[in-house]
């Protein structure tokens, strides 16, 4: 072979290698999502002899899909044609983030009924590390966040991904999060999928009257009066306000 046949084929593959690159870099886009919460250390301190047992041993799967831009991001659960068994165990909340606005709103889900929340982003404090892996055929690297003494979640972005969004309610890292997890084990999100951007975000968002919403501060108050009796305030608090 000739010395510019080499050359030749070696331009021809840069630029495929080129290409490839390139369409891996997003500023918009979908996310499926999987979701495996641990039903056994979710609900450790329960006594699994009564109406749970049996239904503890097997994870509890649920799908979502996350919208992102550059400017939003809405995450919204996938719902199965016949619910399971098992669907009051989980929540299947929907996230909408206005990045341009600085603001989130959410749909909360409690046993058949909606309840509304707007307020701002939340932000945390995001600590890289020196870890990655790869998700969804995206080479990810590896963030922690303190939630409290007790709870710490690892993130793994995607900075070929751009927008600083994720699953839930998290931001704050140079890329798409393609996954997500307690220290623990008991609730994960991993990508399934990253495809084009093929819905319109806004009209997407579930949206009510102005006074139906309550900002943190006021469902945090109302979650408590509601479950104190139950002994239950503390698990649905973190539940709704950790992600």
């Known amino acids: 072979m000739k010395v510019k046949d080499i050359r030749?084929?070696?331009v021809i593959l840069l630029l495929l290698v080129s290409d490839n690159i390139v369409a891996q870099v997003m500023h918009s886009g979908e996310v499926v999502f999987e979701r495996k919460t641990n039903l056994e250390k979710r609900f450790e301190d329960t006594d699994r002899n009564g109406w749970m047992k049996g239904n503890m041993k097997k994870p509890k799967v649920?799908?979502?899909v996350l919208y992102f831009t550059d400017s939003n991001a809405l995450f919204k659960p996938i719902l199965p044609e016949v619910p399971g068994e098992r669907e009051w165990?989980?929540?299947t909340n929907t996230t909408y983030q206005d990045f341009s606005k600085n603001t989130l709103e959410q749909e909360f889900s409690f046993w058949g009924s909606k309840v509304y929340l707007r307020d701002s982003l939340k932000t945390r404090e995001w600590y890289i590390t020196?870890?990655?892996r790869t998700i969804a055929g995206y080479e990810c690297r590896q963030a922690l966040w303190k939630a409290n003494d007790s709870t710490r979640i690892y993130?793994?972005?995607a900075e070929q991904l751009i927008p600083s969004a994720g699953p839930e309610t998290f931001n704050g890292l140079p890329g798409v999060m393609l996954g997500l997890a307690i220290e623990d084990g008991g609730v994960v999100y991993f990508a399934q999928e990253v495809r084009p951007l093929n819905t319109d975000i806004e009209?997407?968002?579930p949206r009510v009257k102005k006074k139906?919403?309550?900002t943190e501060e006021?469902?945090?108050a109302k979650v408590e009066e509601r479950f104190k009796d139950w002994g239950m305030a503390d698990r649905v608090l973190f539940d709704m306000f950790v992600w």
Request: aromatic content about 24%.
């Open 8 to 10: 030749y084929i070696a």
């Open 62 to 64: 649920d799908k979502f």
């Open 89 to 91: 165990a989980t929540m």
């Open 130 to 132: 020196g870890n990655s």
């Open 155 to 157: 993130a793994w972005f």
């Open 203 to 205: 009209k997407a968002v």
């Open 212 to 214: 139906e919403y309550f």
């Open 218 to 220: 006021q469902l945090r």
